[in-house]
């Protein structure tokens, strides 16, 4: 089963800074195009970021673009995702998944969603 656990999340004033950390347990993530995704309070879920399994190719949304970073440390199993200059609307659930591309538009999700890790950005 293809679930991966998020962490990472907290409250920040905006213009703030966190790092969520999307590890896995009993897979390796290796082989995986991994994406971030958020929802935020009473929205659809959408996508935020993507990287490739060898890391060398990412893509982002375009509210995101130059202040979230995607990265992978396959060695440790784990994919983080940078949150620099966080704004209000930042703020919802974050999840990650293994996805079956890299469009982040329509990336969909291999195996089932995790619990996902809060990021409430305010003042």
């Known amino acids: 089963q293809l679930q991966l656990v998020e962490s990472g999340g907290g409250l920040v004033q905006p213009g703030g800074s966190l790092r969520l950390s999307c590890a896995a347990s009993?897979?390796?993530?290796?082989?995986?195009?991994i994406g971030w995704f958020r929802q935020a309070p009473g929205k659809e879920r959408e996508g935020v970021s993507c990287?490739?399994?060898?890391?060398?190719?990412?893509n982002y949304a375009d509210s995101v673009k130059g202040r979230f970073t995607i990265s992978r440390d396959n060695a440790k199993n784990t994919v983080y995702l940078q949150m620099n200059s966080l704004k209000p609307e930042d703020t919802g659930v974050y999840y990650c998944?293994?996805?079956?591309?890299?469009?982040?538009?329509?990336?969909?999700?291999?195996?089932?969603w995790g619990q996902g890790t809060q990021v409430t950005v305010s003042s």
């Open positions: 009993g897979f390796t993530l290796d082989y995986y195009a």
């Open positions: 998944a293994a996805v079956t591309s890299m469009s982040v538009a329509t990336m969909a999700i291999r195996g089932s």
């Open positions: 990287i490739s399994s060898s890391g060398y190719r990412t």
